[in-house]
C-alpha cells in the first residue's frame, strides 16, 4: 500500500463528480461556467486523475521489492480534493481516496472535521464576504465513516486534525466497530506544510501518538514536509521520517488485539470533571454577582 499526504497528490486539479443532471448550479453560472462545456470539463479531470494513478501504481509495481508483492497487486490511498456537482449547489470535499491495482478508484473518504478558517469560516451568512475576499469557498463535511479492506486488513482513515480529536477517532472506531468492520490500523494522511516544520509538527505527532495508544491501535501518519510516522498500539515510534525532508519510510504494522479503555469508556470522565469544575466556579462567583459583599461606605451609610 502506498500512501501519500493530504491534498498533494492532484493539487488543484480536483476529482469532479457530475451529478447535475444538465443544471448548472447558481455558484457555477455566476462564476462564468459554460454549462455546454461542463461535461467535458469533467472528463478531462476525471481522465488526468485516472492518468495520474495509473502512473503511480505503475511506478510502484516497477520499483524493485524484496517481499512477496506481484504485480498488479499494489493499492494506493491518497489526499485529494474532490468535487460533487449538483443542480443546486457544489460539494467540495478533503478526501482520502483509495485508488485500487488498476488505477481506479474503489473508495473515498471525506473528512469530518474541518479546520475553522482554513476549510471554513463561522457563521456562514456573516461572514460570507470573507469566501469571497480571500477567494476561496468553504469545504462541504464528510457525513460517513470508511473501512478500507485492502487484503484482508481494515484500514480506517483520517485526515490532518482529526488526528488530534480524542472523540472524533473515538466515536470513528466505536461505529465501524459496530458495523462489524473493526480496523486493525489508524491511518492518517495530512498536509503540515503550513507550519513549516515549527514544533507544530511534534505537537501533531504527539496527539497522534496519543490516539493510538487510547484506541489500542497501530497508526501510520503520511505528512507532508514531516512528520510522518508508523505508531504501534502501545505508542511507541516503530519509525519516523525528517522535517522538511522528501524522504519515505516503510512501515509494517501489525494487529494490536489488546482492549482499550477509552474505547470502553470514552471521554466520560473527562466530560464530569468538566462539569465538576464549572459547577465549582459557578458556585464561587454567583453569590458575589447577586449578592455583592458590601464595602466600607455601605456599611456607615447603613449605620446612619
Known sequence: LVVWPES???ANEPIMLDYSKGTLAPELASAGVNAEELPQTVQSMSRLFQ???QS???????APTESTVQA????????TDVWELYPDKVKRFNS????????QIADSYAKKHLVMFGEYFPLNGFFGLLYKLFGMSAVSTGDEEKCFEIYGAKIAPSICFESMIPHHLYGQIRTLTLKGKSPDLMLNVTNDGWF???SMLDHHL???IASAVENRRPMVIAANTGLSAWIDGAGRLEAIAHRMEPVQILAEPYRDSRPGLFQIIGDWPIRIFAAITWM????????????????GLDSLADGN
Open 96 to 103: 482520502a481516496v483509495w485508488i485500487d491495482p488498476q488505477g
Open 51 to 53: 492518468l495520474k494513478a
Open 8 to 10: 498533494v497528490f492532484t
Open 280 to 295: 465549582l466556579v459557578i458556585a464561587y462567583w454567583l453569590p458575589r454577582f447577586v449578592f455583592p459583599a458590601k464595602t
Open 206 to 208: 504527539a496527539c497522534s
Open 72 to 79: 498488479n497487486q499494489i493499492h494506493a490511498i491518497v489526499g
Open 56 to 62: 503511480l501504481i505503475r511506478a510502484a509495481n516497477l
Open 196 to 198: 513549516r516544520g515549527s
